[in-house]
């Protein structure tokens, strides 16, 4: 069976602009012909599409390179002392489409769609019985849900204008692609219907699952919530996010209870920090509770070929001894530090941390030790210090969401309350106050101010500038000591053609139909 998984998979990234690389790969493995999925021999059974929709469609779902890109382009993070270089450029914004990043965005999430759309393509070859037709139903809605967070992941990232059905989207995988196949990209619209489609079979066949680590009804809700809010489209959004709220059984994680004692003291982080904090919150983080996490990426401690998004902060652990590649930003941290009673400012970083309230003349010296700001949004866990659960879906988001609808509606009291309740779940001392909105530029600014923070090193910070920074009449909010003492560290402005990534070199040596971003 190894060897069959292995030859549907050596196809799944052809002509995606990878046929340089799998040509020495030919001698090694019988590769099927152009366009031949060899279902007959693989897919043979419901049992055969279930071990495929595990070990090859859910195992190439993967969101740590897009969650890593967004805190360096962005201004969730600067250059920790220790690092040796790595991300710099992207930091300082030189993207182009030969940038390893950009590609690995880009064909990680097509990798995926190929992996569901082969599979709901060899379904067809297998006639289920009776008492197998519910089980080989979800098998494919599964399949369709997660082909449909591939596509909405592109857009994200790779579409100029997600509200507009007319912008460029991305290539559309609806059939097994062959070695010479070169798909042009369709429109927004174009991919909006196939993602539609996908999750209205979904909704009608998937048997509802509650593990975290698997696609359910709520998965598909909260998938629709944000794309709906990314087109634009209010009223759908609004109606998806509440039916997470209303179907899920979760609500949101508070902080309470908290360790007894003085908050930040060395004993209280001793309770605080440990692998099963005292903290709820916290658990989540450290993968101990799922909490209100609607969809997270299984990275358990021994076993498995997965990206390690921790490891992109921190080299060994999250402490300052861990050899930290990217510490938290300075902004950033001003806001939890200044926020009485947040839980974030303990949960987000590590007690080990260096922090300078002279930090300014500490850059202005040169020195660039002593204000080391340690993310330990990803702790690891038990044994393992560099893997954590990647959290796709929180139900904080659809908090969010609704606060968005509810101000474009011009209600801006529930604005408000939408976000209380956000902030007053992440509140050890219940100090939480409503906010009240003059008028809709001050909710948006201070609701993408709430998702930089609650969502920070998710993923989310980078297109949240894109839709909202000029709604909000703010901008990017890099601290000028956001970088190694004597550059110049720059915000990108709002508009700047760099919010959207370029399609990467490989796909436009490789398929002459892809058509390239403006700018790059």
């Given at each position: 069976m190894k060897k069959n998984i292995i030859k549907i998979g050596l196809l799944s990234i052809l002509g995606f602009g990878a046929v340089v690389s799998m040509n020495s790969c030919r001698d090694a493995v019988d590769i099927v012909q152009d366009g031949e999925l060899n279902s007959d021999a693989f897919f043979t059974s419901v049992d055969n599409l279930q071990g495929y929709l595990v070990g090859s469609v859910y195992n190439n779902v993967e969101n740590a390179q897009a969650v890593y890109f967004t805190s360096l382009i962005t201004d969730e993070v600067k250059p920790a002392?220790?690092?040796?270089?790595?991300?710099?450029?992207?930091?300082?914004?030189?993207?182009?489409?030969?940038?390893?990043?950009?590609?690995?965005?880009?064909?990680q999430n097509n990798l995926l769609i190929n992996r569901a759309t082969r599979l709901i393509e060899g379904a067809?070859?297998?006639?289920?019985?009776?008492?197998?037709?519910?089980?080989?139903?979800?098998i494919i809605a599964e399949a369709k849900v997660l082909r449909a967070l591939g596509y909405l992941q592109l857009l994200t990232y790779f579409s100029?204008?997600?509200?507009?059905?007319?912008?460029?989207?991305?290539?559309?995988?609806?059939?097994?692609p062959g070695i010479s196949t070169k798909l042009p990209r369709s429109t927004n619209g174009q991919v909006y219907a196939v993602i539609e489609e996908d999750l209205d079979f979904a909704e009608s066949n998937l048997t509802n699952q509650h593990s975290r680590y698997y696609v359910s009804k709520d998965l598909v809700n909260a998938i629709r919530a944000r794309l709906n809010l990314y087109r634009g489209r209010y009223a759908q959004a609004k109606l998806y996010a509440q039916r997470v709220l209303s179907s899920s059984?979760?609500?949101?994680?508070?902080?309470?209870?908290?360790p007894s004692g003085t908050v930040g003291s060395s004993a209280w982080n001793t309770d605080f920090y440990k692998?099963?904090?005292?903290?709820?919150?916290?658990?989540?983080?450290?993968?101990?509770?799922?909490?209100?996490?609607?969809?997270?990426?299984?990275?358990?401690?021994?076993?498995?070929?997965?990206v390690q998004l921790p490891s992109y902060y921190n080299t060994n652990k999250s402490e300052i001894g861990g050899s930290p590649l990217w510490v938290m930003g300075r902004n950033l941290f001003n806001i939890?530090?200044?926020?009485?009673?947040?839980?974030?400012r303990y949960a987000y970083i590590d007690p080990t941390s260096t922090i300078n309230p002279n930090y300014q003349t500490a850059y202005n010296n040169k020195d660039y030790t002593t204000d080391q700001i340690v993310i330990d949004k990803y702790p690891g866990k038990g044994s393992a210090s560099t893997k954590n659960d990647v959290k796709m879906f929180r139900l904080s988001e659809?908090?969010?969401i609704l606060a968005e609808c509810a101000v474009n509606d011009s209600d801006l009291v529930s604005a408000g309350n939408?976000?209380?309740?956000?902030?007053?779940?992440?509140?050890?001392?219940?100090?939480?106050?409503?906010?009240?909105?003059?008028?809709?530029?001050?909710a948006w600014a201070d609701i993408l101010k709430e998702r930089r923070v609650e969502l920070a090193f998710e993923g989310h910070r980078y297109i949240d500038l894109k839709r909202l920074a000029v709604k909000a009449g703010v901008t990017m909010d890099r601290n000028n000591t956001d970088d190694r003492p004597g550059i110049t560290v720059e915000n990108l402005p709002n508009g700047h053609y760099k919010y959207t990534l370029p399609i990467p070199l490989s796909e436009i040596a490789g398929n002459p139909n892809i058509q390239q971003n403006h700018g790059y």
């Open positions: 002392a220790g690092s040796g270089g790595q991300g710099y450029e992207t930091h300082r914004f030189y993207i182009d489409p030969s940038r390893s990043i950009v590609s690995d965005i880009w064909l067809r070859k297998v006639t289920p019985s009776s008492s197998e037709q519910a089980t080989y139903n979800n100029p204008d997600m509200a507009n059905d007319n912008a460029l989207g991305t290539m559309i995988i609806n059939t097994v059984g979760l609500s949101l994680t508070t902080a309470l209870p908290i692998d099963a904090s005292t903290s709820p919150y916290r658990q989540i983080w450290s993968d101990n509770s799922q909490g209100e996490v609607i969809f997270a990426l299984s990275r358990p401690v021994s076993g498995g070929s997965y939890l530090e200044g926020t009485t009673g947040d839980i974030r659809m908090y969010f939408y976000i209380q309740q956000v902030r007053q779940a992440r509140n050890y001392l219940g100090a939480a106050t409503t906010p009240t909105y003059a008028n809709q530029q001050a």
